[in-house]
């Protein structure tokens, strides 16, 4: 195959045009990774922050403290790899919040507003990882979010197991952005 | 799950189970069979070779990552669920992948 004159230079004037196309494309999908990865990561340190107040709080049982530990310890690790992950993006890493400014956490009180809350937070995490999934193009993060996602559902089920409630409720746990 | 990654991949994928290599393995790996030229062969590999968990590192089609993702999020919960009817940690690991990869220090 042979391409005239006329063809040739009209594909060289033309390769600026798509490689800048290309560029654009790609600065949208970091973009997009960018802020999937930093919603996750506010949810981590989030949880971080407000487990740590429940389980300090003296006003659950023996058990659901030490449970209330290990998903605070969790979450962190979680938040840590994020928190690489961001970097890895050249992308800056927000801090974790006050106790005073995580909305719900003053109104738990006993274990089982703790429990509600503590639902309704992984809940938003595991959507947030979900929404991210699609966004990320690093293999790695993207195999990390999704383990990290699978153990905030498995705290899930814990969590729902403490409030009576059916453990898996769904074929498709896709968590919840209330 | 079945009819919905076949939904997902149109009619370029049509699942069979193997009911003797999963004996024979212990596990419920399936295969997709009857392959066609629509470009999609790559993630038929994927998701046939390995377990969901890496298939979503490795997914280009985009709600097919996500629908395994969400898929790897409830077997993680049943998991869950059969650990702790054993009387075993419910949540043993923060990651349910394992590990994740250490940057290179080298």
């Known amino acids: 195959m042979s391409l005239t004159r006329r063809q040739a230079i009209a594909a060289v004037a033309a390769a600026p045009l798509l490689l800048a196309a290309d560029a654009s494309a790609d600065d949208a999908r970091h973009a997009q990774a960018v802020a999937a990865l930093t919603q996750s990561l506010e949810l981590e340190q989030t949880a971080v922050v407000a487990y740590e107040a429940i389980a300090n709080s003296g006003r659950l049982g023996l058990r659901p403290t030490a449970l209330f530990r290990q998903f605070r310890a969790q979450d962190g690790v979680h938040a840590q790899q994020l928190v690489m992950g961001l970097q890895q993006l050249g992308a800056k890493t927000t801090i974790p919040p006050r106790r005073a400014a995580i909305p719900g956490l003053a109104q738990v009180r006993d274990e089982r507003s703790a429990v509600a809350f503590a639902v309704v937070l992984e809940q938003r995490t595991i959507a947030a990882y979900l929404a991210a999934v699609p966004a990320l193009t690093d293999v790695n993060v993207r195999r990390t979010s999704v383990g990290a996602m699978g153990t905030d559902a498995q705290q899930l089920v814990v969590l729902r197991q403490l409030a009576h409630e059916n453990p898996v409720p769904t074929p498709f746990e896709r968590g919840s952005h209330r | ?106």
């Open chain 2, 1 to 106: 799950m079945r009819r919905l990654v076949e939904e997902r991949l149109g009619e370029c994928a049509q699942i069979e189970t193997r009911p003797a290599d999963d004996q024979r393995r212990g596990s419920r790996r399936a295969r997709l069979i009857d392959p066609h030229p629509c470009g999609l062969r790559p993630e038929r590999r994927r998701i046939s070779r390995r377990r969901p968990a890496d298939a979503v590192g490795k997914l280009a089609t985009l709600p097919l990552r996500t629908l395994v993702a969400s898929i790897v999020s409830t077997e993680s919960q049943h998991m869950s669920v059969v650990l702790g009817d054993l009387g075993r940690p419910q949540v043993p690991q923060p990651f349910v992948t394992g590990p994740p990869p250490q940057p290179d220090t080298s």
